[in-house]
């Protein structure tokens, strides 16, 4: 499967941004999906994930109450909308699919990566 991410861009401490995953292929519906993200000098790390069906999703401390990831398979298409952002959000944002269905937040059990999408959140 390939993913593509978009919907990055500045934004100001407090706002709002959706990030948007498309997937090509005919089996989206069997990919658990992950975003994770990596801010400058640090390593990547987890941010939300969401199973198969979109019923079971689990999000990183920091972005509890934020966050929203979402999927609609229909459209191959796996959504991550952040609310109140922080400076500290400020990272290059990454969609990523896992085929065995694991649910895990390892980014080691991911298959497959987007390329990256930047989100800035101006103080």
């Known amino acids: 499967v390939q993913l593509q991410a978009s919907g990055g861009g500045l934004v100001q401490a407090g706002g709002s941004l959706t990030l948007t995953c498309a997937a090509s292929?005919?089996?989206?519906?069997?990919?658990?999906m992950a975003w994770f993200r990596q801010a400058p000098g640090k390593e990547r790390e987890f941010v939300a994930r969401i199973s198969r069906s979109g019923g079971s999703t689990y999000y990183t401390d920091s972005v509890k109450g934020r966050f929203t990831i979402s999927r609609d398979n229909a459209k191959n298409t796996v959504y991550l909308q952040m609310n109140s952002l922080k400076p500290e959000d400020t990272a290059v944002y990454y969609c990523?699919?896992?085929?065995?269905?694991?649910?895990?937040?390892?980014?080691?059990?991911?298959?497959?990566w987007g390329q990256g999408t930047l989100v800035t959140v101006s103080s």
């Open positions: 292929g005919r089996t989206f519906s069997t990919y658990v």
């Open positions: 990523a699919a896992d085929r065995d269905g694991l649910l895990t937040r390892d980014q080691s059990g991911y298959d497959y």
